[in-house]
């Protein structure tokens, strides 16, 4: 997913792309993340007459790491630090904590808001079959990585970095849907819960 925005006054594209070996999705052995980089290249440029110039590659090591939704959740001083080594990065990361975890489908970006859905295999599946695990989708601000919506069930006042996570059930899922209506725009199947409570049949609607 690539998306066009602006942060703190500049412009760049966020590349969004999930990671996960979609011909064994059973696969347990490795640790995937999805990320966003920031490509602040969004006009040609070049080196006189010597061609275009080519950017140094991005390495993890440029990469903020947002898996503990710090900005979100931490301390003063750990939000703030946190803010500070975002701000100074070139994007962020989320690593898919759950064993065998991995992103097999596209994302969606509606509003700021990043969609993305991941597969957890079954323990006691060894075959490469996508059978037997579970589904998650993730919601998360595009600028931040931090939660969106009040998907955990536990009823807390304020979003926590489980409220990334919305449980799907045991499935192998599709990429995410949006539905254009009239009323907004919907991710079709999921919910945003309320207050904590979980899916609802309406699904998102951002207006």
Not at 110 to 115: D, K, M, P, R, T
Not at 172 to 182: E, M, Q, W, Y
Not at 185 to 206: A, D, E, F, M, Y
Request: aromatic share 8%.
């Amino acid at each position: 997913d690539i998306i066009q925005t602006r942060e703190a006054g500049k412009n760049f594209d966020a590349v969004l792309a999930g990671t996960g070996n979609r011909s064994h999705p059973n696969q347990t052995t490795t640790t995937d993340k999805f990320y966003m980089f920031r490509d602040f290249e969004v006009n040609p440029s070049f080196h006189g007459s010597s061609g275009t110039k080519v950017p140094d590659p991005l390495k993890e090591s440029d990469m903020y790491d947002a898996t503990a939704n710090l900005i979100q959740v931490g301390t003063s001083y750990e939000q703030a630090t946190a803010t500070a080594s975002l701000a100074s990065s070139r994007g962020w990361f989320i690593t898919l904590e759950q064993t065998g975890e991995k992103s097999l489908s596209n994302s969606v970006t509606l509003g700021g808001i990043v969609f993305f859905t991941t597969f957890i295999p079954s323990a006691e599946v060894t075959l490469c079959e996508p059978a037997g695990g579970t589904a998650s989708l993730y919601a998360v601000r595009l600028h931040t990585a931090s939660s969106v919506f009040h998907f955990d069930t536990a009823l807390t006042a304020s979003l926590t970095k489980k409220d990334r996570i919305l449980p799907l059930g045991s499935r192998l899922p599709s990429s995410v849907a949006p539905h254009f209506g009239d009323d907004g725009i919907r991710i079709l199947g999921v919910g945003k819960g309320t207050n904590g409570s979980g899916s609802i049949p309406t699904g998102v609607i951002l207006k």
